[in-house]
């Protein structure tokens, strides 16, 4: 059977730049064969089930050359895959995705194409730079900087300084010498604003802004690195008024994020919405472990009254134990239970089952769940905990201070520790370019740390949701925050904090 190639653009880097088209076929591809511009944010998208390639360019470094990438997609199609070719910025954009697309065509291979948003577009607008502006141009030009070795340039300097247009050049860094004295020799005056624009997007973005006759001096300077596009135009006057990317509380900062995948999505929010650039790298996946027979039996005792409290500890606790039931009966059999949940996060897992837990404690860890629920108890009640199979023995032993409690602590999921595929945690936080490991669990803090090899802890700044989580991360002599209270809107507070005490140092 002939599978297909979609032809995805990525956009600049920011993860939340992809659009939605991109993100659902990238969810159900087989194989995705991506580059090196292409942002982390959305290389942790790709789901587990898919193989990937890589078919990286960096400054003349090839890990294939252009004909092999455009085989591979041929030969996966061919196999019957669902085949990704995910590509930074725009596909059609100096992308060659239109070299790609002839091969498939002349094997009749069914192919899509989902545009990206352009740097071109994008990086400027980040650094508050309109590539138009009524009062300024009516035109915008994109040129790619790229040559190739030993050749010189194609480029007609002359025309382009005579639409009197935004000129942004891509991919010239390396060749920002020949660029401005391209456009000075074609007659553009010297005190032209014109702008480098470095990593943009990204928590590392950076605008050195200078006259077309000074920038390469500032640049030499500020010492620019790759990938960084090249902005010409009166426009570029306007990036300190309209600047606003590095305006927000979290702008160039980098967090990492553990939580599992399935839970991730609200603390990463919460920090994208005060600037952050969010890396979504769960270190630990729950894997339900509760059986059919077992669950049946537990629903049984619930529906005869034997259990007076059902006790979550953890959304995916929650999760897991009530799909089944799902799965297997009707919700009424719990009516007779009440419910009790450690803290907010489980609490809101609950209400999307329509449930309301009928008890919070005052503080959200095990210990004081278990004291507080202990003085609700009459003797001789009955609690069940479906909860992961190496559950915190603080709250069981609370508990027992209700004279003949009957506990049925019921593993009902296992923690299983989780690398990225694609993502060097070690080299991340060793390098310096991301600022905070985020952990909500003392088992995201281990997940991370088997993930992390022989990283040097002590370069981690950890934000942690609680004591035992903080306690998990000093072990590994990691320098550590925690949160005011145990919830995820306290957890953005906290990373907020750090990061502002660490500018102040």
């Given at each position: 059977?002939?599978?297909?190639?979609?032809?995805?653009?990525?956009?600049?880097?920011?993860?939340?730049?992809?659009?939605?088209?991109?993100?659902?076929?990238?969810?159900?591809?087989?194989?995705?064969?991506?580059?090196?511009?292409?942002?982390?944010?959305?290389?942790?998208?790709?789901?587990?089930?898919?193989?990937?390639?890589?078919?990286?360019?960096?400054?003349?470094?090839?890990?294939?050359?252009?004909?092999?990438?455009?085989?591979?997609?041929?030969?996966?199609?061919?196999?019957?895959?669902?085949?990704?070719?995910?590509?930074?910025?725009?596909?059609?954009?100096?992308?060659?995705?239109?070299?790609?697309?002839?091969?498939?065509?002349?094997?009749?291979?069914?192919?899509?194409?989902?545009?990206?948003?352009?740097?071109?577009?994008?990086?400027?607008?980040?650094?508050?730079?309109?590539?138009?502006?009524?009062?300024?141009?009516?035109?915008?030009?994109?040129?790619?900087?790229?040559?190739?070795?030993?050749?010189?340039?194609?480029?007609?300097?002359?025309?382009?300084?005579?639409?009197?247009?935004?000129?942004?050049?891509?991919?010239?860094?390396?060749?920002?010498?020949?660029?401005?004295?391209?456009?000075?020799?074609?007659?553009?005056?010297?005190?032209?604003?014109?702008?480098?624009?470095?990593?943009?997007?990204?928590?590392?973005?950076?605008r050195i802004c200078a006259t077309l006759g000074s920038l390469e001096e500032e640049c030499q300077k500020a010492q620019v690195n790759t990938p960084a596009i090249i902005v010409v135009g009166e426009v570029c006057s306007l990036a300190e008024t309209f600047s606003w990317y590095e305006k927000r509380p979290l702008a160039g900062v980098k967090a990492v994020v553990t939580r599992p995948r399935e839970l991730v999505s609200g603390l990463a929010q919460l920090l994208r919405q005060q600037g952050a650039q969010v890396l979504e790298l769960p270190s630990i996946h729950t894997l339900p472990i509760l059986t059919d027979e077992d669950t049946r039996r537990h629903l049984r005792k619930l529906s005869e009254g034997e259990y007076d409290w059902l006790v979550f500890t953890s959304p995916s606790g929650v999760r897991i134990f009530l799909e089944k039931v799902k799965e297997l009966q009707d919700f009424r059999v719990m009516s007779k239970a009440r419910f009790a949940v450690i803290g907010q996060g489980t609490q809101k897992e609950l209400a999307k089952y329509g449930f309301r837990a009928d008890f919070i404690p005052s503080s959200f860890d095990g210990e004081t769940l278990g004291r507080e629920l202990a003085g609700l108890l009459p003797a001789g009640a009955g609690v069940l905990i479906p909860r992961a199979s190496i559950g915190n023995?603080?709250?069981?032993?609370?508990?027992?201070?209700?004279?003949?409690?009957?506990?049925?602590?019921?593993?009902?999921?296992?923690?299983?520790?989780?690398?990225?595929?694609?993502?060097?945690?070690?080299?991340?936080?060793?390098?310096?370019?991301?600022?905070?490991?985020?952990?909500?669990?003392?088992?995201?803090?281990?997940?991370?740390?088997?993930?992390?090899?022989?990283?040097?802890?002590?370069?981690?700044n950890a934000v942690c949701i609680g004591r035992q989580t903080c306690q998990a991360a000093q072990e590994y002599g990691m320098r550590t925050w925690t949160a005011q209270k145990p919830t995820l809107d306290d957890l953005a507070a906290c990373v907020e904090k750090a990061a502002l005490e660490l500018r102040q140092r």
């Open positions: 059977m002939m599978g297909k190639v979609w032809l995805v653009g990525a956009g600049p880097g920011d993860a939340g730049l992809m659009t939605l088209r991109g993100k659902e076929v990238l969810e159900q591809a087989d194989v995705v064969v991506y580059d090196a511009l292409v942002g982390q944010g959305i290389l942790t998208m790709i789901p587990d089930r898919a193989r990937l390639i890589f078919a990286g360019k960096r400054a003349g470094k090839h890990f294939l050359k252009q004909e092999e990438t455009n085989e591979v997609l041929l030969k996966e199609a061919l196999a019957g895959n669902k085949v990704v070719r995910l590509k930074g910025g725009d596909p059609f954009l100096f992308g060659r995705g239109g070299e790609e697309l002839e091969l498939l065509t002349r094997h009749q291979v069914p192919f899509e194409i989902v545009p990206g948003i352009t740097s071109a577009i994008a990086v400027p607008a980040y650094n508050g730079i309109p590539v138009t502006h009524r009062d300024f141009c009516s035109s915008v030009h994109v040129i790619t900087g790229h040559k190739r070795a030993s050749q010189s340039y194609d480029i007609d300097f002359e025309a382009l300084v005579r639409t009197k247009g935004t000129l942004v050049f891509l991919m010239g860094i390396s060749a920002l010498p020949d660029i401005c004295h391209g456009l000075l020799k074609a007659g553009m005056p010297a005190r032209m604003p014109a702008a480098v624009l470095e990593k943009g997007t990204s928590a590392a973005q950076r023995q603080e709250l069981v032993r609370a508990l027992r201070a209700v004279e003949g409690v009957r506990i049925t602590d019921w593993p009902t999921y296992r923690t299983e520790y989780v690398s990225s595929r694609v993502i060097d945690i070690k080299e991340l936080f060793e390098s310096g370019e991301a600022d905070f490991a985020v952990f909500t669990s003392a088992s995201t803090v281990r997940g991370f740390a088997n993930s992390a090899g022989d990283l040097d802890f002590t370069k981690v």
